[in-house]
């Protein structure tokens, strides 16, 4: 069975749902390095404190009454097996239809060989080292596995991103090339950051555009973490006279409340407060024809 593995989201819009899913995220030894007692507290403390406002959010951007990052991960599986002919399935790290119920799934029917593509183009500790350690929890002795650990540089996932952005190019003066922050100790455990740096370098060439500057977002917590962050980027971009820009998230495959959001609104204002013009957003790349190509050709590779 094919599998694509997604970090997950709250299963409905409530904040029980939302709290839950904060609980299970931040108890993770992946997201949060502290021990265990550290992590349920601090787990527990913000679930209690940003449910209610996480399932508003929610309500303001949910596709058919679902999460964005839940509706366009099962569409893009749906897509994926069709044109494939193989049975490919959505999974996710936290929350419903997890990595545990969803192998559990595929052994009632009889299988024993598993691929997985996680959704995390890039390579970091806190989504893709987990999404592993989860799968060999899980793996039994007999059954055979493989996983895709990057595919940062994979020329069709290159040019999906420059097609999703290239309707943009000709109004703007810059891109923000945004990527999730991490916490900078973890980035000596993967390349994430060589991994990212490398798509931009391949997107630049792929445009032929090469005003592109990565910036990173969602910092969350205390300590050092990668930077600058995204805020502070556009804010130079239209200090230095940059009338309109773009922004696209080439680490997030699924839009979710870190693009649609923080990127697509907030960041929007940071640009406007500071005298920009317009700042176009390109879409992430969902459940499209592209991106359910790209997902076929890396099955057929493994």
């Given at each position: 069975?094919?599998?694509?593995?997604?970090?997950?989201?709250?299963?409905d819009?409530?904040?029980?749902?939302?709290?839950?899913?904060i609980?299970?995220?931040?108890?993770?030894?992946?997201?949060?390095?502290?021990p265990?007692p550290m992590?349920?507290?601090i787990?527990?403390?913000?679930?209690k404190?940003?449910?209610?406002?996480?399932?508003?959010m929610?309500?303001?951007?949910?596709?058919?009454?679902?999460?964005?990052?839940?509706?366009y991960?099962?569409?893009?599986?749906?897509?994926?097996?069709?044109?494939?002919?193989?049975?490919?399935?959505?999974?996710?790290?936290?929350?419903?239809?997890n990595?545990?119920?969803?192998v559990?799934?595929?052994?009632?029917?009889?299988?024993?060989?598993?691929c997985?593509?996680?959704?995390?183009?890039?390579?970091?500790?806190?989504?893709?080292?987990?999404?592993?350690?989860?799968?060999?929890?899980?793996?039994?002795?007999?059954?055979?596995?493989?996983?895709?650990s990057?595919?940062?540089?994979?020329?069709?996932?290159?040019?999906?991103?420059a097609?999703?952005?290239?309707?943009?190019?000709?109004?703007?003066?810059?891109?923000?090339?945004?990527?999730?922050?991490?916490?900078?100790?973890?980035?000596?455990?993967?390349?994430?950051?060589?991994?990212?740096?490398?798509?931009?370098?391949?997107?630049?060439?792929?445009?032929?555009?090469?005003?592109?500057?990565?910036?990173?977002?969602?910092?969350?917590?205390?300590?050092?973490?990668?930077?600058?962050?995204?805020?502070?980027?556009?804010?130079?971009?239209?200090?230095?006279?940059?009338?309109?820009?773009?922004?696209?998230?080439?680490?997030?495959?699924?839009?979710c409340?870190e693009?649609?959001?923080e990127?697509?609104?907030?960041?929007?204002?940071?640009?406007?407060?500071?005298?920009?013009?317009?700042?176009?957003?390109?879409?992430?790349?969902n459940?499209?024809?592209?991106?359910?190509?790209?997902?076929?050709?890396?099955?057929q590779?493994?």
């Amino acid at each position: 069975m094919d599998i694509i593995v997604n970090l997950g989201a709250p299963e409905d819009l409530t904040a029980e749902a939302a709290s839950r899913f904060i609980r299970e995220f931040l108890s993770d030894p992946c997201v949060i390095s502290l021990p265990y007692p550290m992590r349920k507290f601090i787990a527990s403390m913000a679930a209690k404190k940003r449910a209610a406002i996480y399932a508003e959010m929610l309500k303001a951007i949910c596709v058919d009454g679902k999460h964005p990052l839940r509706h366009y991960t099962e569409s893009l599986a749906a897509k994926v097996s069709a044109a494939s002919g193989h049975m490919t399935v959505a999974a996710y790290r936290y929350g419903a239809k997890n990595l545990e119920e969803t192998v559990n799934y595929a052994r009632e029917y009889g299988f024993d060989e598993f691929c997985f593509i996680p959704m995390f183009p890039q390579n970091a500790f806190s989504t893709t080292v987990s999404a592993k350690r989860e799968i060999k929890r899980l793996m039994r002795r007999r059954e055979r596995w493989k996983f895709l650990s990057s595919y940062c540089d994979h020329p069709l996932y290159i040019k999906a991103l420059a097609k999703s952005l290239e309707p943009f190019l000709g109004k703007v003066d810059a891109v923000a090339a945004t990527f999730h922050s991490v916490p900078v100790k973890h980035t000596k455990k993967t390349p994430y950051v060589a991994e990212c740096q490398k798509t931009v370098e391949l997107l630049k060439k792929e445009t032929g555009f090469d005003n592109i500057t990565i910036a990173w977002q969602s910092k969350s917590g205390r300590g050092d973490w990668l930077g600058p962050g995204a805020v502070e980027v556009v804010r130079k971009m239209a200090k230095d006279g940059r009338k309109n820009i773009a922004a696209i998230c080439p680490g997030f495959a699924c839009d979710c409340t870190e693009t649609v959001v923080e990127i697509g609104r907030l960041l929007r204002q940071e640009f406007a407060g500071e005298g920009g013009g317009e700042m176009f957003v390109a879409p992430c790349l969902n459940d499209s024809d592209a991106h359910a190509e790209l997902f076929v050709k890396l099955f057929q590779e493994m």
